[in-house]
T-cell receptor, first 108, second 117 residues
C-alpha cells in the first residue's frame, strides 16, 4: 500500500526557518517531490530528491533518507508569501502519490 | 510555452447531470494524470493516461467515471450522473516522463472546481 504522512499544520514567524517533515511507506520508489500550493491555485514544483542527502535551491532545501523513508523540506528566511500548503509526493509505481499536505502559516 | 490548460475553471451541475472536464497538456507531454482534491485535503490520484491508453485507473471509481486521452485533442474526464459527493477540485498534470523527474516534474493545470447542486 501507499502511506505518506505530514503534519497537518505549522506556524512560523517571518524571517525564521521552518522544517516540514514527511514519512512514507510505498510499494515503489523512484524519487520524492515537494510542491507548494496556494489556496485555490495549482501546485507548483519546488524540489526533487532521488538519492540520499540534501538538495539546496535558494531559500528552499530538501533532504531524503531512503532507508528511513523520510524527507524534510527546509524553508529559510520565511516571507509572508510562503504561507501555503506544502505537499510531499512519492513517485511510486507509475504514478505520483501525494500526502495530505502541510498548511504553513507565516505571521509577521 | 503554454502550461497545462484546464477548462472550464468552474463548473456547476445539478444532481444527475454529466460533467465533462478538459485538459490540454504541455506541448510534447504524452503522460497525463488526473487528481481530485477536497477542501483542506491533499491530492488523490485518479487515473494515469498516455496517448490513447489508460495506464492506471486504480484511483477512479468504476462507476460513473471515465477518462480518455485521444490521439488528437485534450484529455477528458467524464463524470456521469453526478452526485453531491463529486463536488471537488479536479487537477490535471502532465509530464514528458512517467512519474516525472527533477528536469521534468509534473506540471499542473489550475484545476476545474466542480459544484454539484
Amino acid at each position: 500500500g501507499q502511506n505518506i504522512d505530514q503534519p497537518t499544520e505549522m506556524t512560523a514567524t517571518e524571517g525564521a526557518i521552518v522544517q516540514i517533515n514527511c514519512t512514507y511507506q510505498t510499494s515503489g520508489f523512484n524519487g520524492l517531490f515537494w510542491y507548494q500550493q496556494h489556496a485555490g491555485e495549482a501546485p507548483t514544483f519546488l524540489s526533487y530528491n532521488v538519492l540520499d542527502g540534501l538538495e539546496e535551491k535558494g531559500r528552499f532545501s530538501s533532504f531524503l533518507s531512503r532507508s528511513k523513508g523520510y524527507s524534510y523540506l527546509l524553508l529559510k528566511e520565511l516571507q509572508m508569501k510562503d504561507s501555503a500548503s506544502y505537499l510531499c509526493a512519492v513517485n511510486g509505481f507509475q504514478k505520483l502519490v501525494f500526502g495530505t499536505g502541510t498548511r504553513l502559516l507565516v505571521s509577521p | 510555452n503554454a502550461g497545462v490548460m484546464q477548462n472550464p475553471r468552474h463548473l456547476v451541475r445539478r444532481r444527475g447531470q454529466e460533467a465533462r472536464l478538459r485538459c490540454s497538456p504541455v506541448k510534447g507531454h504524452s503522460h497525463v494524470y488526473w487528481y481530485r482534491q477536497l477542501p483542506e485535503e491533499g491530492l488523490k490520484f485518479m487515473v494515469y493516461l498516455q496517448k490513447e491508453n489508460i495506464i492506471d485507473e486504480s484511483g477512479m471509481p468504476k462507476e460513473r467515471f471515465s477518462a480518455e486521452f485521444p490521439k488528437e485533442g485534450p484529455s477528458i474526464l467524464r463524470i456521469q450522473q453526478v452526485v453531491r459527493g463529486d463536488s471537488a477540485a479536479y487537477f490535471c498534470a502532465s509530464s514528458p516522463l512517467q512519474g516525472g523527474s527533477s528536469d521534468s516534474p509534473l506540471h499542473f493545470g489550475n484545476g476545474t472546481r466542480l459544484t454539484v447542486t
